[in-house]
């Protein structure tokens, strides 16, 4: 079927939102401090390698940008008050939109801590047109959550996604399927899902820099210089996505990873962090029902090479103390570094949808450990502020780290970039 050709889908329309919280981390942390609305934020661990986790608008407007390092971002902008994360915070607002969305819709993908997709096409009858389900989307987080978010509604996933982009912040933009090309057609090639910058340069000397333009190149020829890739821009370019809202999409793996303030080079200490690594992942394991059966270790050395290391566990596991135990044989494996270590990281993975998969051990010390741990997960969660884990970790709490978890069917950290 030609790009331009209308399909069933066509004909009976579906109705996608993107729902994207805007400059979520901020706006969480403004609903503690109204005081410092209007003022240039950012959010970030306050120590020498940490990075943007998010910025307010006036912050933003200096050219702060999420993901960016902090020691940058206080160049651009050196007024801008820092304002420590607070992840658990983050989250728990993230769950409760999300419990939201289910009202809306049973068709809800969630791709990050603030943002996930809405099939409402079942909900037009009961909850009107699709700019009135917008309008009632952002209303109702406002009055609920008191956080606002930017909507983007069409007939495709990936424009609805640009619509929201385009409506930011805290606005609403809808595409009806009759005008999707026009829309498309208007807006620059890198507005496209897949392209980044150097496809847009490779792009551009091709004389393509609008998506109307790589609509109207021949197949064959970005076929010939970017292979299938070139064929599925083309794709885009002519509004060509029949992908559905995937309400339960799997999980590949759950990691986390510190950057030191300052490179490390004791063995020990570096055990401590896989110690601490290990219990966040095993606790976001047992809270997600999942088990894993892959670890994987990652070191970053001074002049940044990295290395990766993987095991296969023999059963799979949401046990910290097993966790650990792999984690650390990977790290010896490695032998004696050349060079003190910038950041380490810990990955879960090939998960089980499998809370229960510990029985399959004979181990009694993990049967034991992990009984341990879930009175420690019921602990944090009935005291969020209270320093919960092992004795050997707690001296060291405080101390000035940079943390990143990530799970892979989402962004590779909690990234606040609305």
Known sequence: MHAGTPSRQDRRPRILAHVDMDAYFVEVELLERPELRGRKLIVAQDSGRSVVLSA??????????????????????????????????YREFSLRIMEYFGTVTDAVEQLSVD????????????????????????RDVREQFGLPCTVGIADRKFIAKI??????????????????????????VRALWGVGGTTAA???????????????????????????TGSHLRRLAWGDDERTVQPHREEKSIGAEETFAQDVSSTAELHEEILRLSHRIAARLRAAGMSAQGISLKLRYRDFETLTRSATLTHPTQSALTIRSRAAVLLDRLGPRAQPVRLIGIRAERLHHDG????????????????????????ARRFPSAAVGPASLLRSEGAGREDADSADEQSSAPDDVG
């Open 56 to 89: 307010s608008y006036e912050a933003r407007a200096d050219g702060v940008r999420s993901a960016m390092p902090l020691g940058r971002a206080r160049q651009l902008s050196p007024r801008a008050l820092i304002l420590p994360p607070h992840p658990l915070r």
């Open 163 to 188: 619509a929201s982009t385009r409506a930011k912040p805290d606005g609403l933009l809808v595409v009806p399927p009759s005008q999707r090309l026009d829309f498309l057609h208007s807006l620059p």
């Open 115 to 138: 943002e996930a997709f809405l099939d409402l096409t079942g909900a037009r009858r009961r909850l009107g047109t699709p700019e009135e389900i917008g309008r009632t989307i952002r």
């Open 202 to 228: 490779a792009l551009e000397q091709l004389g393509i820099s609008t998506v109307r333009q790589l609509a109207e190149t021949p197949e064959d020829l970005l076929r010939r210089r970017f292979g299938v």
């Open 356 to 379: 229960g998969a510990l029985q399959l051990s004979f181990d009694r010390a993990e049967t034991n450990w992990i009984d341990a741990e879930n009175v420690l997960d019921a602990v």
